[in-house]
């Protein structure tokens, strides 16, 4: 996600139970075998299927168990998952991580979104007020898996984005924050100012540097992916004669220098080495980045992208040509991580976010927003599956 600069807080009345990182009691009952299934039925990508895949059970989860929430750092899903993220720090912008947002209801993991109220918030306590903006601040969840994801790997959740002008995230990261790969970010809510951004998927990747804190991430068009007919991932994702709809968001992380992007299950955004392909309406387009006086080239505000080819169907071959071209990483054009790619290993996390930028042009959620009984105000994961490929 947009990750700032990580500023340590205070765990007021919660050290002990951070020091224990207690594991939650509640047993992990299975409903049916619906969601098992799932998992392993659900069909992988038609462009990976060649490949032989073994889904990694201690990573993956179809949350068909109940977890209640609680209002300390716990472990919860047989030990996969705690109910934070994984440093002590609780949100960019005007976020604030509450361990008592999160829960499984035997069906989803479900993440709860509320006005942050300083006189009455639960743990953990905040050392300050964000960005000076109480009143826009939201109390929400996140949780980091207790095991990590290393290359070659494919991740895909099936999620159902909240319906407020807030981040609906699934994501990985290196411990260190120096490494980030983002499989979903949706902005769902059509709140006032928000309706650009809630008809978008955004896909991405950050290179960080820590001191001083540098991001880089690709900022062309097609890092936000629309489907023709939704205005609002969040109204997509809102009851439907009383069931929620979800959306499935994959990455391949096959490579140091190569990820894939999927929804539905469908191939939508490839970046290799030094050049990016990206279906746009039904056309693949296919280009590659450069650079004037060591600086990404930009055009109209997006970060440049310099077309090579269009096809109807992918074409490796046309990607690997774009990069050959270039001599500018779509990756880590300036080497942060010392021209190696992404090497380390990732958490996964899910969360919900109030970032800055949108905090600052007043992109927030209205206290009628989130009170709105017709709108569906939790994010849901209805399940998340890792697969490596077999050797």
Not at 209 to 238: H, L, M
Not at 302 to 323: C, G, P, V, Y
Request: some cysteine.
């Amino acid at each position: 996600m947009k990750l700032q600069k990580i500023t340590v807080f205070v765990l007021v009345l919660m050290l002990g139970a951070c020091g224990s990182n207690k594991k939650s009691t509640v047993a992990t009952k299975e409903k049916n075998n619906t969601k098992e299934s799932e998992l392993q039925q659900t069909p992988i990508p038609n462009y990976l299927a060649n490949e032989k895949w073994e889904l990694q059970s201690n990573l993956s989860d179809d949350f068909n168990y109940e977890f209640k929430p609680v209002n300390a750092l716990v472990n919860f899903g047989g030990n996969k998952w705690k109910n934070f993220y994984h440093a002590a720090w609780d949100g960019p912008g005007v976020t604030y991580w509450k361990y008592d947002k999160i829960s499984v209801d035997g069906s989803d993991l479900i993440i709860k979104s509320d006005r942050w109220n300083q006189a009455k918030e639960s743990n953990p306590i905040a050392k300050s007020v964000k960005m000076n903006m109480p009143n826009s601040g939201i109390s929400t969840g996140c949780i980091t898996s207790t095991n990590k994801v290393k290359y070659p790997v494919f991740i895909e959740a099936k999620v159902s984005v909240t319906n407020l002008a807030l981040a609906s995230d699934v994501w990985l990261l290196s411990p260190d924050a120096t490494q980030e790969i983002d499989i979903i970010e949706c902005y769902g809510g059509k709140e006032p100012g928000n309706a650009y951004f809630a008809k978008s998927i955004h896909v991405s990747n950050h290179s960080f540097i820590r001191k001083p804190f540098t991001d880089y991430q690709p900022r062309d068009k097609g890092a936000w992916i629309q489907r023709k007919g939704v205005d609002s991932w969040g109204e997509y994702c809102n009851e439907v004669n009383g069931k929620r709809r979800y959306v499935r968001a994959g990455v391949y992380w096959k490579t140091p220098f190569h990820f894939e992007h999927y929804i539905d299950g469908e191939l939508m955004r490839v970046l290799h080495h030094n050049a990016v392909a990206t279906k746009v309406n039904g056309v693949w387009e296919y280009g590659y980045p450069t650079m004037t006086n060591g600086k990404l080239d930009v055009k109209q505000g997006k970060q440049k992208i310099t077309q090579t080819a269009t096809s109807q169907e992918f074409d490796m071959n046309l990607l690997q040509k774009a990069s050959d071209i270039s001599t500018v990483s779509i990756i880590d054009p300036y080497a942060y991580q010392g021209g190696k790619g992404y090497t380390k290993e990732l958490d996964i996390i899910i969360n919900v976010e109030a970032q800055d930028w949108h905090a600052k042009a007043g992109r927030m959620p209205r206290d009628i927003d989130l009170k709105d009984p017709t709108k569906n105000n939790d994010m849901k994961v209805d399940w998340i599956r890792v697969f490596k490929p077999v050797q």
